[in-house]
Every structure is written in C-alpha cells, then in structure tokens.
C-alpha cells in the first residue's frame, strides 16, 4: 500500500505533485509549507532519526555543507535510477562541501526489514548515512508525497529546492554546483 500524497496539504497540493511526478518536478517550498513543531525548511528533522544504516548524522554535523536528503524505498525503480547521480555527486562533490543522507521510508511491510534495506542498499553501492524511517516521522516532517523527493539545503541549513521524482539529474546538479559556490 503506497502512503503518496498523505500530507494535509489538501488536494490541490496532492493533483499538483501528481502532475510534477509524471513528468518530473523541481519545486520550490513554500514558507507556509512547514506545520507542527518540526521545522520542515531545516535540517532539524533529521535529529529527529534514531535508526540509521551506514554511520549517522546530526544538524551539527552537517553545519556548513550542502546537503541533499534522498527520501526513497528499495525497490523502487525510480529510487534506483537516481541512485547513479547520487554515487557520482559523492565521488566528486563531498570534497567540495557536499554530503549526502539517505531516508529510508518503506512503501510495504517487505520494506521495513533491516536485512532487506541492508542488502539493497549494499548492492547499489549506497555507503553514505541511511537514516530507517518506518514510522514516517521524517516523511511527515519533511511533507513527502512521493518516492524519490530530494531535498537539497544550503551551507546554513534552509531547504532550497525540493525535487520529487527521477530523470531530473541535471536539476539536483545544478542547484548543488550553485549552492557550493556560495559563502558558508
């Protein structure tokens, strides 16, 4: 059972992210996107995770980098096809202020095993920070309506773009060459 468009964005939100997901969306976040206590336009959610496969981060840790959180599940075949950008922006970005997290948030029961994720993720050669979301803590907090979205956050933490599907590798490049070229 897939949980897409679980937000209460309302529907218009949900047909617009619909629409983008088809044919591939970068969006921007709107201010009033952020509800609840967790401050979705940040990276504080993510000190929110207690499960995590490949080391751990935190917001400290992440203080002055550009970070991109891949919101994904296993198995998933467009998850899989940005996995090759990912492995490539952590080859050649991370030196230059890049770091990439994972968020594993499993579409089925199949998903939630720590086996299962352990060895997906071994064989698509994903080695940076995976934090295990089977609650949809972080999807919630994060205002996920799809698999893949991924957040890309500036030096100083602010999400700055938001990017739901795949094939739109050029985008997720760009907007990370440009906010690297920024001061910290």
């Known amino acids: 059972m897939r949980r897409v468009f679980r937000t209460s964005f309302g529907r218009a939100t949900a047909l617009s992210a619909a629409v983008g997901l088809s044919i591939g969306l970068a969006v921007a976040v709107p201010a009033s996107a952020a509800s609840g206590t967790v401050d979705s336009s940040s990276l504080a959610p993510l000190g929110t995770a207690t499960t995590w496969l490949n080391g751990s981060v935190s917001p400290a840790s992440l203080r002055g980098k550009v970070v991109l959180v891949d919101v994904f599940t296993i198995e998933c075949i467009n998850c899989v096809n940005v996995t090759p950008n990912l492995r490539a922006l952590e080859k050649t ?92």
């Open 93 to 184: 970005k991370t030196s230059d202020g890049l770091a990439i997290v994972g968020v594993h948030t499993p579409e089925t029961q199949y998903q939630h095993a720590r086996s299962t994720v352990v060895s997906n993720l071994a064989s698509l050669g994903v080695t940076w920070p995976v934090a295990i979301d089977n609650d949809y803590a972080l999807w919630d907090d994060y205002h996920v309506n799809a698999w893949p979205t991924q957040l890309i956050f500036d030096r100083h933490g602010r999400l700055r773009k938001t990017v739901v599907g795949d094939s739109q590798d050029a985008e997720v490049n760009a907007t990370i060459d440009a906010l690297l070229k920024e001061p910290a």
